[in-house]
């Protein structure tokens, strides 16, 4: 408008009328300039009478510069028209926006305050053209040039405002980008760890089965120990640790290390009842666990009391950063278990001990039972049929043993019972099998003696039989005897069928020929 107002704009472009037209034209839309801007900032606001304002100056516009440049109306005549019309609708809007105008930015207010000073010269330039008021120059290009560099001035505060919001916002983003690749990379980390501590569980699972597989083809609980000995460090490492056996006097001996071991850590000797270390539980969430990692191996039936068997201590196992709280719990309760499996697979081989145990002895003396004796018996007698060795079979009873049992009560007899057990056990080779073969009763086998050999030993058993007293609750009773009647394969019978029938004729014949004493059987 300025522009076109100016005579500069001849020297641009000489066309006076179009110059008219074009300051005519931005001249009637300063309105609708003003009422779009109001429009959008006091949006809550009037909206819709904001919304009136511009789209009717727009009308306006068209229409008047339409109507003038087809020649139904003269150019200057909407004029008039105009001005009172903007009257109207600056009052309007300064209305509008004087109500909000608390409410809006300080650019906006500015902005509005530049607004109000060009619409006040423009206001006093309409009231001198229409002589309101008396002529006098009025600086309309001020207010213009004022609006103009508040615009400028609006512009150049917001770019560097923007300027730097983008430079905080880059640095921002740079460090959160920074941060999200530090955790990224922590995570990775964790994860490789995790995946390796699992791999680690697994192929120790693998090693955990083999063992216990091993464990419960042992056949007895030293021999199974020894091997549990063997796989410890296998199982364990890179853990260091030790591990403790409970010994007959109640304390812990240490006999096995592998790794870092110090003995200030991990004593040689942890007494029972005192230094025994509490079993470590499995850590819950920010529980703290001690430098060492006790287990208990506890192996049931083995008469122990409530002690374990055997103590496994494990220094605590060094994990990466991340993974130390997650990882320590898991490999507590993976030891945990595995200490308890090989535990319960012992038990299990110490019960099958038992058991075997119980049905081949004999509860009250120890010795072999009947049952046993039958197995040995049939064993030896197809060693010598194959190798021509003799084999000779005591039958041994003890004398009287009614009258004892009325005279002193049953439990003394259990106590002589266990007494002639023990002196029989004494008497004959590790080779031969001593047994009772039911009530006061019982049969020695030994294998390669023959007849004279077996005699001899059966009669040295009786002499030391009846000049032992029997000493039952601190008081001495009368001593006891025994008669025993011996055969021998070949000398006694050539038929081993024969066998147990000959040494029963001769015990029989023992007993007839007044007690005490023994009887050999020969052909
Ligand atoms: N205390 C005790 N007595 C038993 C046990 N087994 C058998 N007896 C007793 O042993 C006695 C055996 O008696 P008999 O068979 O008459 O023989 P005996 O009295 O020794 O007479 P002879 O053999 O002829 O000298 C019975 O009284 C049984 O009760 C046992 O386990 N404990």
């Not at 727009?58 to 003269?74: E, K």
């Not at 001020?142 to 770019?159: N, P, T």
């Not at 509860?363 to 072999?368: D, E, F, I, N, R």
């Not at 029963?504 to 007993?511: C, E, V």
Request: proline content about 4%.
């Amino acid at each position: 408008m300025l522009v076109a107002e100016s005579q500069a704009s001849l020297l641009i472009a000489y066309a006076p009328l179009t110059w008219d037209y074009l300051a005519a034209g931005s001249y009637y839309l300063i309105p609708v300039a003003l009422a779009l801007l109001l429009h959008q900032w006091l949006s809550e606001h009037r909206p819709l009478l904001m919304g009136w304002l511009w789209k009717f100056h727009l009308m306006f516009a068209v229409a008047a510069l339409g109507l003038a440049l087809v020649g139904a109306v003269d150019l200057s005549s909407t004029f008039p028209v105009f001005d009172g019309l903007l009257l109207v609708s600056l009052l309007l809007m300064a209305g509008s926006a004087g109500v909000r105008f608390k409410r809006l930015y300080l650019e906006q207010q500015a902005l509005l305050l530049s607004c109000a000073l060009l619409a006040g010269f423009l206001v006093a330039d309409m009231a001198v053209a229409h002589g309101f008021i008396p002529w006098a120059p009025v600086p309309v290009s001020w207010g213009a040039l004022a609006f103009s560099l508040a615009v400028v001035s609006i512009s150049v505060w917001h770019y560097g405002r923007t300027q730097k919001a983008l430079q905080e916002l880059t640095v921002d983003l740079e460090q959160k980008v920074a941060e999200r690749t530090e955790r990224a990379e922590t995570m990775v980390q964790r994860e490789v760890a995790r995946s390796r501590l699992l791999a680690l569980e697994s192929s120790k699972g693998q090693k955990l089965a083999g063992v216990i597989a091993g464990l419960q083809d042992c056949f007895t609980l030293d021999q199974a120990f020894d091997l549990l000995l063997s796989a410890l460090p296998v199982l364990y490492l890179p853990t260091d640790g030790c591990f403790y056996r409970l010994t007959k006097a109640g304390q812990y001996e240490r006999v096995l290390s592998w790794g870092r071991v110090t003995e200030q850590a991990f004593p040689l000797v942890m007494d029972g009842h005192v230094s025994l270390l509490e079993p470590t539980t499995v850590p819950v969430r920010h529980q703290s666990v001690p430098e060492q990692l006790c287990f208990y191996l506890r192996v049931e039936p083995d008469n122990n009391g409530d002690r374990p068997a055997g103590v496994l201590l494990l220094s605590r196992p060094e994990l990466a950063e991340g993974l130390a709280e997650y990882g320590t719990a898991r490999i507590v309760a993976w030891v945990h278990q595995s200490v308890e499996k090989m535990g319960i697979t012992l038990s299990g081989l110490v019960l099958r001990e038992q058991l075997q145990r119980f049905s081949y002895e004999d509860g009250l003396t120890g010795l072999k039972n009947r049952r046993h004796f039958d197995e040995f018996f049939r064993h030896e007698r197809e060693v010598s049929l194959r190798t021509g060795s003799p084999l000779s079979l005591l039958m041994l009873d003890i004398d009287h043993f009614k009258v004892f049992n009325d005279d002193h009560g049953h439990e003394a007899g259990d106590e002589a019972l266990k007494m002639v057990g023990d002196m029989l056990g004494q008497y004959f080779r590790g080779s031969d099998t001593v047994c009772r073969y039911g009530g006061e009763e019982f049969a020695v086998l030994m294998p390669g003696a023959p007849l004279d050999e077996a005699r001899l030993r059966a009669e040295a058993l009786c002499t030391a039989v009846a000049n032992t007293p029997m000493i039952y609750q601190g008081k001495a009773l009368s001593a006891l005897t025994i008669s025993a009647g011996v055969a021998c394969w070949p000398e006694s019978s050539a038929d081993f069928d024969e066998l147990f029938r000959a040494a029963d004729q001769a015990l029989y014949r023992a007993k007839n020929a007044g007690r005490n004493r023994v009887v050999a059987t020969s052909v």
